[in-house]
């Protein structure tokens, strides 16, 4: 009996069989449209340079200060830890915790994941337990938001500059060099490198398995999915393995993660997690999210009343971003994500392919929502006046960030395969 290497399109569930491709090529699901894998040149070396140069980035951004605020002789500075530790301080753990974990936190372990996973290879060497590297590096990625920050700095920025005089500090353009070294990190990874004896290959050359050997030479055509054929598709390395007798969830035998056929439950925690994100929502919007104090009197404003100021005060892009990001956002991955919950309730095989697209979109502008919380976080730490200006975050702050982690978490618990099964029946 013959052997064939398949791989499983993560969105649809497809079977496909890997195929050789040219420098710089995409593999895609004939189905639905999803990347499968790339053919990255010299990935190892590049992906290592980058890691490199964002280790020494983001330890000179979270070293000195980004942003320095000036009154008379009075100079505040602050750093990203600065900014969390303020916001513990006034009572904000929460949003504390949600700035330090995805500021400095989640890219730190992306970056030392990565330097671990990459220097063994570097030396045809194997990483031991290099599975649990590798499913680290997985869970921080998405939740790792350093390109959002970068814009919620621009952001205070014209908020601040109507107050004192702005020093950026050395940590503000590190800052920015690490942002870069991260998409650049992201952009050369080849994950098949990760499971290979030797992390070189030729340019061009058939690209590693991601599979399990699995036999039968017509298993893609006679078990067009993988559930179909009694497959487990590994959603943090890519392994096809044979699931055992009336088993509908297991562990990867090679890196170990849980392994099902569906996402358990999908359908009942996406509701959960949209039901609370959208209860959540309101006092998100209502509630004020900053508190001003000044010689002037106190001023309380809300997320709309923020994008009317930078509107007013001439910087209309700005005001437009965050609008987008804080208000838009939020609401489109809502509605969205429930239009998708409701189309696969209904069994509806309409437009599988729209929808995936949809639920595609919907995991890229997940991180794009804390836009907002990093405004206040740098607007809290730098204007620290005493008598002259304070700025303390408002309840809504906690508030807007349960929604974007909700909303997140609600994207994550959605299984965009589910809208293919009854495809399958269809055509059964």
């Given amino acids: ?81 600065g900014a969390g530790v303020l916001l513990y301080r006034d009572g904000m753990w929460p949003v504390s915790v949600l700035v330090f974990a995805t500021t400095i936190l989640m890219p730190a372990l992306e970056i030392l994941a990565m330097l671990y996973l990459l220097l063994p290879l570097k030396f045809n060497l194997v990483a031991p337990r290099r599975h649990l590297a590798y499913r680290t590096l997985q869970l921080a990625r998405p ?62 050359a058939a690209p590693a398995s991601f599979t399990r050997h ?8 006679s078990a067009p999915t993988a559930a179909r054929a009694g497959l487990f598709a590994c959603h943090v390395c890519g392994l096809l393995s044979a699931a055992t007798a009336r088993s509908h969830a297991g562990h990867c035998p090679r890196c170990a993660a849980p392994v099902h056929f569906r996402k358990p439950d999908s359908i009942a925690r996406t509701w959960a997690f949209l039901v609370a994100a959208m209860v959540l929502y309101i006092p998100a919007n209502l509630l004020p999210i900053m508190h001003t104090s000044s010689l002037f009197g106190a001023q309380q404003d809300t997320i709309m009343s923020g994008v009317v100021y930078l509107w007013v005060s001439g910087s209309w892009p ?67 006046f005493s008598a002259l200006a304070t700025i303390t975050a408002g309840p809504a702050a906690i508030a807007f960030g349960a929604v974007v982690v909700l909303t997140m978490l609600a994207a994550r618990s959605f299984d965009p395969r589910l809208q293919w099964d009854q495809t399958e029946k269809h055509h059964a």
């Fill in 318 to 384: 700005l005001a437009v971003v965050v609008f987008i990001a804080s208000v838009a956002v939020p609401m489109m991955k809502i509605l969205a994500l429930m239009f998708l919950v409701i189309s696969a309730q209904m069994k509806s095989s309409a437009m599988s392919r729209r929808n995936t697209r949809i639920y595609r979109v919907l995991e890229f502008i997940g991180p794009w929502s804390m836009l907002d919380i990093y405004v206040i976080a740098i607007l809290v730490a730098l204007v620290q």
């Fill in 143 to 204: 939740w790792s938001m350093t390109e959002v920050l970068i814009v919620g700095v621009l952001v205070a920025l014209v908020k601040l500059v109507h107050i004192a005089s702005v020093v950026p500090g050395i940590g503000l353009w590190a800052l920015g060099a690490a942002m870069i070294s991260l998409a650049a990190m992201a952009a050369a990874f080849d994950p098949r490198s990760v499971w290979r004896d030797n992390g070189h290959t030729g340019a061009g």
């Fill in 214 to 221: 699995i036999p039968g030479s017509n298993l893609a055509t």
């Fill in 1 to 81: 009996m013959s052997r064939t290497d398949l791989i499983a399109c993560h969105d649809c569930d497809l079977l496909q069989r890997e195929t050789m491709l040219p420098p710089g090529g995409i593999a895609l699901c004939r189905r639905c449209g999803a990347e499968l894998y790339r053919s990255r040149l010299a990935s190892v070396d590049r992906t290592l340079a980058w890691a490199l140069a964002a280790t020494v980035f983001l330890i000179v951004a979270n070293t000195f200060p980004i942003l320095g605020l000036k009154v008379n002789a009075t100079i505040v500075h602050t750093t990203l830890a």
